[in-house]
């Protein structure tokens, strides 16, 4: 999991990635099986406290004295669905604004300031929240909290650097349609899957969206969108618990709440109908593709048995999206699915490419992939492998302070729990096919329910995407993620 | 997950990945134990108890600068190949039964090396060692085999450079900058490579470099080392040494002029790319360059972020060193909005280094640029992963990974003069390549 924020052109060059997928594994490691029970003991978090504010903000604390070191995680609810109406990209750039000079230091002053010392501040929007995280060696405690503080109650909003940082933004968009098509296909994916609901807001923002948002926008979006009250904050490292959660009461405690109230979120209706977009971009000689609907909610109560499915059908390398499409065709480079969710139900997908000639083949392979899923379910051998797999790998999650924060707030923004880590091994180890089969049913839709985006050179693919439904097409250099209204 | 993939720049970048924390402790590294099979293959361990993980990884000498014209790519394809069946397994199996046995993998090429990376519950333990030596020993060439992942190279390549014009370009930079030296290569081969390599060139690609000599096997965990010395000795024990590889004896000679190219693709964005030849990984001069990049390129407060971004004549900039065998590039580069004009760009660069080759850095930059280098170092070293490839790139490119441990006093030592004496060798005009993509409006 990449944490660091990342600008389009490492991001893209960083994206070699491919999902993973598995097929029917009769062999599976016949003399040394996982050794699930052992597994399954999984991983716990360590105690942590809880810190209620009277103004609202909810702070966590977990001590963590393996290295001199502290990392934070703040999230403040928003995001992109607080974007304003047709303002797409309000709350990214706002979120890059709060790095440009906070408290008494100007731009530079501040970067400086992090840098000199080693330090990592980080903010970034996403659909539903603003996030500034960090790490600081633990002898800069003091800098840290000022820094944190600094940003997230007084920054300066500098006009000057909103002109700049709005420029930079929509040119970073084209940029991204030059390098890093593979990025943007999830994000035209959403952005037409969604239509008119707010998730399918383009977190980054669109160009022609960018382009609407103005100085008074961005300060309303503080005023209105930012504040104790819609804040989690978490932090662990090495720092006493007493002394930290004192000077963050003291940092934090007269802290204002958000003037505006929350935008409602409905929960997003799945698509009826197959309905297909083709992007051009003429002259590529690779087709990338996105088939999808509406999925669940992060509080979905059978998240292990879908994390278990998700792996079968498009998590890993041996999944059976990527065994079909690249290791037994070599159709691809790489093919998954993804599933995101949110407060309401996010999008599940299948994400892949191939060549320009072989686009029709590739995606028929997809959905005979689906088929199969819905078919004949996940078999023993398949649910075992996948147990292993998710407990095998869940560990790293929480092996750095930083990736601990992360599932703290993760865990308070979404009201979970503890136990959404403490139990997750159990869980897991307990899904049985039936659940399996329950879940494949609710989240993944079936062929006729499916929404298509196909990037690619139109002139070559106009047909085959027009076999699949009724075809809205736009050029890759619109500045929007979905056809105009 | 990151799925075979490949070369330096990925790589580099790759380091400014998360991983968090850790700290300066004079006894870290000192339980890491190492043996050498008689067959030549060194094993490192280094017990991390932290998780009840381990990462894996095994390194070979091999990579794009041990390939030739018609065979080019042949390293990275070979990557592909070694998950693709051996005479005890059948194609897919390898994958099937890590992922069952709770573990992911990956792997990645370079113009230096191949490197396959094992991460998974320490329950698997034997199962990885049994899988990791039988595809050293016993790989096997089945014809349809090679024919499909041809078409998997091929769609990386494909999404990778063909359809990235960044990517696209310093394919080109690379080539232009070296004459002579196989580091002209693309990691992932000329298309007409990919589709031309044989089976021959296959097969003697594997006996040559695959060899438990050509390698070296890196354990960092929740582990014994006792017991991954006894599982070493029963699973590589008996694969035989082969003859060590020819060496790459070619010496790129000095640049003696400014060389240039222009790329002309479809696309909204021009690019710049410059890039001088510079050391070798382990070149005295390396931790003084290192220091000089991060003064350059790291952070929102970084010279050139500064000169470029914020003056808006980039939309983005950056920059790396390649460090491998031989004397390797210097890269910095800026994306530019759609109306930029590389030449400004190009100048205000030129500007920015002749100011740091005359007057030198000053104290607070040097000492920013030493904080987020040991910073990083540390960061890397909280991950049972980080350490594994730190160990990696020490002992490869450095010959003993104890030197890791002296990263830090190395930069530490860096003086504003060494920087200023670095920026003078390296940077200049006669010394580099420029590279520069027009947009073009596409036809349709």
């Known amino acids: ?485 | 997950m990151l799925k075979r993939a490949l070369p330096a720049v990925a790589l580099l970048l790759a380091f400014f990945v998360p991983v968090v924390q850790a700290a300066p402790d004079d006894s870290l590294g000192e339980d890491i134990v190492e043996q050498t099979l008689p067959n030549g293959l060194k094993v490192v361990v280094w017990p991390d108890h932290d998780i009840p993980n381990v990462a894996q990884f095994t390194w070979f000498r091999a990579g794009g600068r041990n390939e030739y014209p018609g065979i080019t790519g042949l390293a990275h394809y070979f990557e592909h190949m070694m998950f693709n069946g051996t005479t005890t397994l059948e194609p897919g199996e390898f994958d099937r039964i890590m992922e069952a046995a709770g573990g992911a993998n990956n792997a990645y090429t370079s113009h230096d090396v191949t490197v396959y990376q094992d991460w998974y519950p320490v329950s698997a333990l034997e199962t990885i060692f049994r899988l990791e030596a039988d595809r050293m020993a016993n790989l096997s060439f089945d014809p349809e085999v090679i024919e499909s992942e041809r078409g998997v190279v091929y769609s990386e390549r494909r999404t990778s450079v063909d359809n990235n014009n960044f990517r696209a370009l310093m394919e080109k930079v690379q080539a232009t900058a070296y004459l002579a030296h196989p580091y002209q290569f693309p990691v992932i081969g000329w298309p007409s490579d990919i589709e031309n390599w044989s089976m021959e060139d296959l097969k003697t690609f594997y006996r040559t470099y695959y060899a438990p000599n050509n390698a070296v096997l890196f354990v960092v965990g929740d582990v014994d080392p006792d017991r991954i010395f006894a599982l070493a000795e029963k699973y590589y024990g008996d694969i035989p040494a082969q003859p060590a590889p020819e060496p790459v004896t070619t010496v790129e000679p000095p640049q003696q002029g400014e060389r240039t190219v222009v790329l002309e693709r479809p696309g909204q964005t021009p690019m710049l790319q410059m890039a001088w030849h510079s050391g070798a990984a382990d070149a005295q001069t390396m931790p003084a360059l290192e220091v000089l990049m991060a003064i350059l390129t790291d952070g929102e407060s970084s010279v050139l972020h500064q000169a470029l971004v914020e003056q808006q004549l980039a939309i983005e900039t950056g920059g790396f060193v390649h460090q491998g065998f031989d004397r390797g590039l210097t890269w910095i580069y800026a994306i530019l909005p759609p109306y930029g004009d590389p030449a400004v760009v190009e100048k205000k660069i030129t500007s920015v280094l002749d100011a740091i080759a005359t007057e030198g850095v000053t104290p607070a930059q040097l000492e920013k640029a030493k904080n987020m280098l040991t910073a990083n170092y540390w960061r890397e070293m909280a991950t049972i992963s980080g350490k594994a490839q730190a160990l990696g790139t020490y002992e490869i490119f450095h010959g003993d990974y104890r030197e890791l441990f002296d990263a830090p006093a190395a930069w530490e030592a860096v003086t504003a003069n060494d920087v200023r004496k670095v920026a003078t060798e390296i940077f200049r005009k006669e010394n580099r390549t420029v590279g520069v993509l027009k947009p073009v409006a596409a036809d349709e």
């Not at chain 1, 790490?135 to 920054?155: C, H, K, V, Y």
């Not at chain 1, 707030?409 to 009201?415: L, N, T």
């Open chain 1, 1 to 485: 999991m990449l944490k660091m924020k990342m600008t389009a052109i490492l991001a893209a060059l960083l994206l070699l990635t491919a999902c993973a997928a598995t097929p029917e594994p009769e062999t599976v490691a016949k003399d040394t099986g996982p050794d699930l029970q052992r597994l399954a003991k999984g991983v716990t978090l360590p105690a942590y406290e809880t810190v209620q504010l009277p103004n609202g903000m909810q702070i966590l604390l977990m001590e963590k004295h393996d290295v001199p070191m502290i990392s934070f995680e703040a999230l403040v609810r928003g995001g992109a669905v607080a974007d304003p109406e047709g303002k797409i990209g309000t709350s990214a750039l706002l979120a890059d604004l709060l790095r440009r000079g906070a408290g008494d230091r100007d731009a530079m002053e501040f970067a400086r300031t992090v840098e000199s010392v080693g330090g990592i501040l980080e903010t970034s929007s996403s659909k539903e929240a603003v996030t500034v995280s960090g790490q600081f060696m633990s002898r800069d405690a003091e800098l840290m909290i000022e820094l944190l503080g600094d940003m997230l109650t007084e920054p300066t909003l500098a006009r000057t650097e909103f002109d700049k940082l709005r420029a930079r933004s929509v040119q970073q968009i084209a940029a991204m349609k030059d390098t890093s098509l593979r990025a943007l296909t999830t994000i035209y994916g959403d952005a037409f899957l969604f239509g008119e609901h707010p998730y399918s807001r383009a977190v980054m923002g669109t160009e022609a969206g960018l382009a609407s948002v103005t100085y008074p926008d961005i300060r309303r979006y503080f005023i209105e969108q930012f504040g104790a009250d819609r804040t989690i904050l978490a932090v662990v490292g090495d720092f006493d618990t007493a002394t930290m959660r004192a000077r963050l009461e003291e940092e934090f405690g007269g802290w204002r709440k958000a003037a505006g109230t929350l935008p409602e979120v409905s929960e997003p209706e799945p698509v009826p109908g197959n309905r297909v977009l083709l992007v051009n971009k003429p002259g590529a000689t690779q087709t990338y593709f996105y088939i999808g609907n509406v999925g669940v909610a992060r509080g979905y109560d059978k998240r292990a048995a879908l994390d278990l499915v998700n792996t079968v059908f498009g998590g890993r390398f041996t999944s059976m999206l990527n065994t079909k499409l690249r290791v037994e065709s070599g159709l691809t480079y790489g093919a998954g699915s993804r599933v995101t969710q949110y407060n309401e139900p996010g999008s599940v997908a299948i994400v892949s490419f191939t060549q320009t000639e072989t686009t029709g083949e590739a995606i028929d392979m997809a959905l005979g992939v689906l088929e199969q899923l819905h078919a004949e379910g996940l078999s023993p051998a398949q649910l075992a492998s996948a147990k292993a797999y998710v407990l095998g790998q869940f560990p790293p999650e929480l092996e750095t302070s930083g990736g601990i924060a992360e599932r703290l707030a993760i865990i308070a923004f979404y009201g979970l729990g503890r136990d959404d880590v403490d139990q997750y091994a159990g869980r897991v180890a307990a899904v049985e096919r039936e659940a399996a089969s329950a879940v494949i049913e609710n989240v993944y839709p079936e062929r006729g329910e499916l929404v298509f985006v196909l990037i690619g050179d139109a002139a070559a693919i106009r047909e085959v995407a027009a076999s699949y439904g009724s075809v809205t097409e736009m050029q890759i250099t619109d500045p929007r993620f979905k056809p105009a209204d």
